[in-house]
């Protein structure tokens, strides 16, 4: 079933609304990066919980230096997630797009 142009246009306003903002984003990566935070902000919650975990584990344990590796191997990752940024942020509109659409043409349907 095809959306009318004002369906679209609800749909397109709404995701305005929803979609994460790059901005945070990196200020959460930059500031609490190590936390985790800009993955729990964009929905990507097992990853940030590893990161956290990484991140605990490694200070615990660096008194016999393996902490050391981890904090290293959590520093790559928050480069590499540096670049990623954009990426998680396009594919969580994408999802937020199609959730929205679903939606309005279910709502539609029903009328």
């Known amino acids: 079933m095809a959306l009318t142009t ?3 246009m609800l749909a397109e306003q ?3 609304n929803d979609k994460k903002s790059t901005v945070v984003a990196y200020l959460l990566w930059f500031f609490l990066g190590g936390f985790g935070a800009h993955r729990f902000y964009l929905g990507k919650t097992k990853g940030a919980v590893a990161q956290l975990l990484l991140l605990i584990i490694g200070w ?3 008194v016999i230096f393996i902490g050391f590796a981890l904090l290293i191997a959590l520093g ?3 480069i590499v997630d ?3 940024i954009p990426g998680m942020i ?3 509109t994408s999802a937020a797009r199609t959730r929205i ?3 309005i043409a279910a709502m539609g349907g029903s009328d």
């Open 6 to 8: 004002q369906q679209q």
């Open 76 to 78: 790559i990752w928050l």
């Open 60 to 62: 615990v344990t660096v």
């Open 82 to 84: 540096a670049f990623l």
């Open 14 to 16: 709404r995701l305005s």
């Open 90 to 92: 396009a594919e969580d």
């Open 101 to 103: 659409l679903n939606e």
